[in-house]
């Protein structure tokens, strides 16, 4: 017989079955009567960048809303690197590698740019509370560390000027790439951005994919995308899932999803 | 860019630096606080021993109902578990003349275990209500509190020990001035410390949107037990300063007036800001004896329709109290709030 | 014997929990309307059974019989205080109609020391209880029946059912009561539909106040007038409005009627007499368990909230 092999090379190059990162099986979300999600088959590796479109209520933030455990799923498996993470907690969800933004920005208004990404290197647990009272030098050297490296992050959004205004006072751009660059410290393997392109004027949305690639790149993140811009999905994206009253009515590259018949009938209606 | 170094830092003094002046300042306090109760006028120090006794206090409730944002209502029922478990193990021992001798002794056992019994409170008033939000909260921790408060009017003794419920308990006076104000220093200490680190931001997300802070990996329901305990704890330690302080405790002090108070004493400071909450507690407890030294028929009365009236106008012009989020040091510029006019 | 009693302290708790539901009523319009705790309806109970009293006694000085100084008291103390929780929130809370809840809470928990703390002042009221003229009180609390069942008793349940009923013909018959419900329902749309909604928040104020004064009048005959009492009362109505589902007329009807029950059951009944203090702790202990196991309480319903 074969000595043990290392793992994922087998004799002949052939690879193993490829797991991705993130796997939705027939996904199910039910409220009362309400199918918002059904049978939803997804799966999203690191270094992705992939869309999710479709009309309002189609079931997009529901998507994220689950798979962030704001939401349980009715039927169907949520799987994050071969655990299921269906029905966890969403502090759970985060601390296994999953970040969000939201559709209406979220930012911890009454607190400074600064201490809005800093809330997201809270790692330890009840070890931290005696470190922070007696500040010992090795809490206080990890305490700057940390600060170092949200100042950092700070700087490759570009705000690094404005770190201790309070974020509310930020201007909507900056606010929605604040609401990214907190996300991004959670240290996440996966991004859910949340119609980061709203309410932007055309030259913001170009910065946004800019730097939405870069982010995918330097980052090693995968990221999936609701956006209701075509144009910016059509350009940065993979890869893109249409849904339409929760269900899947297409999957491909924008191209196909371009000249698909059944979008197009979502989007603008069918024959009159 | 702003490197790390050009940014005002909630740190004053290095953290080797800050620890050895506090163990300075506790070294010293003994004498000093011996100095001062010796020359000044004995209503001097009572109500001087009060206003340390409200900084815990108030800066307890603060972690509570100002950094974390629970709006906790039932805070002086914590004192009063504090206060009945101190005082209660102090007068048994007085009454058994083992007192005598041993009064530091008692203060350093008796006193942390009344906050902690009252933490271990906290943690069952916490567990469950903390998930509940902003008025039912505030209604829930009020009918803790007055469940507390009601228990205790109707116990006459636990056992060999004598509670004395609604008639009273006279406890021998054996703290003053060092103690109370010792644990004014560990409590603020703990507290500043707790709220400026980065831990203290999740406290903060925590009050300002609970489920963002979830969504960025904080244990939201963690953070507000946290709270709540280590805010009992202090309030527990206030309840027993004030029993061994003042030779009377009665479970008709420790009600939901008492509660309020604390609360109005955060929002005065601003809730959030730890120097602030200390200055109204300061203000709210000094003015008031200040008043009642005016040589006026009903006063007092006189003295409770103003300090209401005060109230409502305060929340009428500047809700956000006197420093709103800031410490007391901390310029202009930081937390800089949006301009009128909108977005620059 | 125990049934007699049992059946005595049924009645008796019936009288309670109307008087609960009067002033809970207040409490659930005010917080389905404007989601707030209105701190200071307690002190307009308060207030309610001060004026009735003065009125009262003058009434009573001047030779009035005892269903007519009744009358006349109601009356006065009702139009004082619909004429006081207009001003309130007229002056107090619209003002801060926009800020954040918990400002709101501490002015009306500043409007009600306020009002405890002017009544004390002698000039005023003063701080010692009074008691209503004695030809009232022995009219109206002479029992009659095999029940012991008194004038006051019947009135209160009268009353307070009379009140319920008219208050929830208003909301379901009339187009105040659809406005009232869809400034419950939804308060920014509500204003964009062209309802007045400052007017519609006064009419609760004001109705909710004089429902409060006629409980202040009814309750200081049965025990006494003091500046504190709108205090426990105040807080057990509020925990009825809770149990019986805050925003629901019927439910604080009920509330009400089953906290009083509940209380005057185990002070006269379950409790042995040494222990009887508990009971006051009784409306706090419920309040935990509504509030844990169903906030919405008995006949509310919950509304979820979107992320």
């Known amino acids: 017989m074969d000595a043990p092999q290392a793992c994922g090379a087998q004799p002949g190059g052939k690879p193993l079955i490829h797991v991705p990162l993130l796997e939705i099986t027939n996904l199910c979300v039910q409220f009362g009567g309400l199918r918002a999600l059904s049978q939803f088959n997804f799966a999203l590796d690191p270094g992705d960048l992939v869309g999710l479109i479709g009309p309002n209520g189609a079931g997009k933030t529901t998507a994220f809303n689950v798979v962030t455990g704001v939401y349980r799923p009715s039927a169907g498996r949520v799987i994050l690197d071969g655990r299921s993470i269906g029905g966890r907690k969403p502090f759970q969800v985060n601390r296994l590698g999953v970040a969000r933004t939201f559709q209406n920005i979220r930012l911890f208004e009454g607190m400074s740019v600064f201490d809005n990404v800093l809330v997201s290197f809270n790692r330890s647990g009840m070890g931290g509370v005696a470190g922070t009272l007696v500040r010992t030098p090795g809490h206080e050297r990890i305490e700057h560390n940390r600060e170092c490296e949200a100042l950092d992050l700070l700087a490759v959004f570009g705000l690094a000027g404005r770190a201790d205004d309070l974020s509310s006072s930020l201007p909507y751009g900056q606010q929605r790439r604040l609401e990214i660059a907190r996300a991004l410290a959670t240290r996440p393997r996966i991004l859910l951005l949340d119609e980061p392109a709203a309410g932007m004027n055309p030259q913001e949305k170009v910065d946004l994919m800019e730097m939405i690639r870069l982010l995918r790149d330097r980052f090693r993140v995968g990221i999936w995308l609701i956006e209701h811009d075509m144009k910016l999905v059509m350009s940065i994206c993979q890869r893109i899932t249409v849904l339409d009253h929760g269900e899947t009515i297409a999957v491909g590259t924008p191209q196909e999803i371009q000249d698909n018949p059944k979008v197009i009938e979502a989007y603008l209606g069918g024959p009159a | 860019m702003t490197e790390l170094s050009d940014r005002p830092s909630s740190r004053v003094l290095p953290a080797w630096a800050a620890n050895f002046v506090i163990v300075l300042v506790i070294g010293t306090l003994w004498p000093v606080a011996r100095l001062t109760a010796s020359q000044l006028n004995p209503y001097v120090v009572q109500v001087i021993l009060l206003i340390g006794i409200n900084i815990v206090m108030a800066t307890s409730l603060n972690l509570i109902n100002g950094i974390t944002g629970q709006f906790s209502l039932g805070h002086a029922g914590f004192a009063a578990v504090g206060a009945y478990v101190t005082g209660v193990l102090v007068n048994y021992l007085a009454a058994h003349d083992q007192l005598a001798g041993h009064e530091w002794l008692a203060m350093i056992v008796f006193l942390p275990l009344g906050g902690i019994i009252a933490a271990a409170m906290g943690l069952v008033v916490g567990i469950p209500t903390l998930r509940l939000t902003g008025d039912y909260l505030a209604i829930a921790t009020l009918g803790f509190g007055e469940i507390i408060r009601i228990v205790i009017t109707n116990t006459n003794r636990i056992g060999p020990l004598e509670v004395r419920g609604s008639q009273g308990l006279r406890v021998p006076v054996i703290s003053n001035l060092f103690w109370t104000y010792l644990w004014v220093i560990i409590c603020v200490v703990c507290v500043w410390r707790l709220v400026h680190s980065i831990k203290g931001k999740a406290f903060l997300a925590v009050r300002e949107d609970e489920i963002a802070a979830a969504a960025m990996g904080v244990n939201t329901t963690f953070y507000k037990v946290l709270a709540f305990v280590i805010g009992a704890f202090f309030a527990g330690v206030g309840g027993g300063l004030q029993a061994t302080g003042f030779f009377l405790i009665d479970p008709k002090g420790f009600g939901f007036m008492q509660s309020f108070l604390y609360v109005v004493m955060v929002v005065l400071g601003g809730s959030g800001s730890v120097t602030g909450v200390i200055l109204a507690a300061i203000v709210l407890t000094w003015l008031p004896e200040q008043l009642r030294s005016l040589k006026s028929l009903h006063v007092e009365d006189l003295r409770m329709v103003t300090f209401s009236l005060l109230l409502i106008v305060m929340m009428l012009v500047r809700p956000e109290g006197l420093l709103g989020r800031r410490e007391l040091w901390w310029t202009r510029r930081r937390l800089a709030a949006p301009s009128p006019a909108g977005n620059p | ?307």
């Open chain 3, 1 to 307: 014997m125990i049934l007699h009693n049992l059946a005595q302290q049924l009645i008796y708790g019936l009288s309670v929990g109307a008087t609960y539901a009067l002033i809970a009523l207040g409490y659930t319009m005010v917080y389905g309307t404007l989601r707030l705790i209105n701190f200071a309806h307690g002190d307009v109970y308060m207030v309610g059974a001060v004026v009735g009293f003065y009125v009262a006694s003058w009434v009573t000085r001047s030779g009035g019989a005892a269903w007519i100084t009744l009358t006349v008291a109601l009356l006065a103390a009702m139009a004082a205080c619909a004429v006081l929780g207009y001003c309130i929130e007229r002056f107090a809370y619209r003002p801060l109609r926009n800020r954040p809840r918990l400002v709101l809470l501490i002015t009306a928990i500043g409007v009600s020391l306020l009002l405890e703390n002017t009544f004390q002042l002698p000039a005023v009221f003063g701080a010692t209880p009074r008691y209503y003229p004695q030809r009232m009180i022995s009219s109206l609390l002479a029992p009659f029946g095999v029940l012991g069942l008194t004038r006051l008793d019947l009135l209160s349940l009268v009353l307070s059912l009379a009140l319920v009923g008219f208050i929830t013909w208003i909301i379901l018959r009339t187009r105040t009561g659809l406005a009232l419900r869809a400034v419950s329902f939804r308060f920014d749309t509500a204003t964009l539909m062209g309802i007045n909604t400052d007017r519609i928040i006064s009419f609760t104020f004001v109705f909710g106040s004089a429902l409060a004064a006629v409980a202040g009048v009814l309750n200081a005959i049965r025990y006494q007038v003091d500046p504190l009492m709108g205090i426990m009362w105040g807080l057990k109505a509020f925990i009825a409005a809770v149990l019986g589902g805050i925003g629901s007329i019927t439910g604080a009807l009920l509330g009400g009627l089953l906290l009083g029950m509940v209380e005057t059951l185990l002070r006269g009944v379950f409790l042995p007499a040494s222990y009887s203090g508990y009971a006051d702790a009784a409306a706090f202990v419920i309040l935990i368990l509504i509030l844990l196991i169903k906030p919405t309480g008995l006949l509310g319903q919950s509304t979820a909230q979107k992320v």
